[in-house]
């Protein structure tokens, strides 16, 4: 979790708000996934992003490859999008392997 | 739409034993991967392979050994458990080796008594 450092660790959303969770590299980060694990365990891929943005539906992602970070906003937040969230990046130094972040647990309340 | 299945879905075995965890992908992907999320949460690899040919191998205690017959398969063998083994044993697959989408299984939850 030291090459990939994300935060929050935790935060808890009113239903119908919005929020950034965010991941800084300390690694030269060439690409960057983030995945949703729900509370039953199964690791649902997001956003497979080179430096860029991408957005679906009330999900959207950037990645800065210069600035070494990447962000991802939730928009009008659902009960569904509780879980975990976990950001992934690979670089040329790491064999090109996924470094997984130690992820943000989210919680929305209704 | 699950298209990485995993076989068990939780074991619970004693230590000194021997267990075996299947993955298969229907996704027509060339690579597999086998991760193990420890208690913390946190997401390691442990092997990879590339067309049934062994790519990434991390330091992992060589009681642990990967089998492929095909490259829609991949198992992961335990040959003598340790309590620190317990963990979740996540499977993945992607189209290529490098650069690409990867999509996991449901995991199997391993606990050692």
């Known amino acids: 979790g030291d090459k990939v450092k994300q935060s929050p660790s935790a935060l808890s959303l009113q239903e119908g708000t919005n929020s950034a969770l965010r991941c800084n590299f300390s690694?030269?980060?060439?690409?960057v996934q983030w995945f949703l694990q729900n509370p039953r365990g199964s690791l649902m891929n997001l956003f497979y992003l080179v430096p860029g943005t991408k957005e679906n539906g009330r999900l959207k992602s950037a990645f800065d490859s210069k600035e070494s970070y990447s962000t991802l906003h939730i928009r009008d937040a659902q009960l569904e999008d509780s879980g975990t969230y976990f950001c992934?990046?690979?670089?040329?130094?790491?064999?090109?392997?996924?470094?997984f972040g130690i992820g943000t647990r989210v919680l929305v309340r209704p | 739409e699950t298209a990485v299945f995993q076989t068990p879905n939780y074991h619970v075995t004693q230590v000194g034993n021997e267990v075996s965890f299947n993955c298969k992908q229907t996704l027509g992907h060339d690579t597999m991967y086998w991760y193990k999320q420890d208690s913390k949460k946190l997401l390691k690899i442990m092997f990879s392979?590339?067309?049934?040919?062994?790519?990434v191998n991390e330091t992992v205690p060589r009681r642990f050994s990967p089998q492929s017959s095909d490259k829609a398969h991949l198992n992961l063998r335990i040959k003598s458990v340790e309590p620190e083994d317990s963990a979740v044993y996540l499977c993945?697959?992607?189209?290529?080796?490098?650069?690409?989408?990867?999509?996991f299984g449901p995991g199997t939850r391993l606990l050692v008594l």
């Open positions: 992934a990046a690979e670089a040329n130094s790491a064999g090109n392997k996924l470094t």
């Open positions: 690694i030269a980060a060439t690409t």
């Open positions: 392979y590339n067309n049934k040919q062994l790519i």
């Open positions: 993945a697959s992607s189209l290529g080796q490098d650069q690409d989408t990867q999509y």
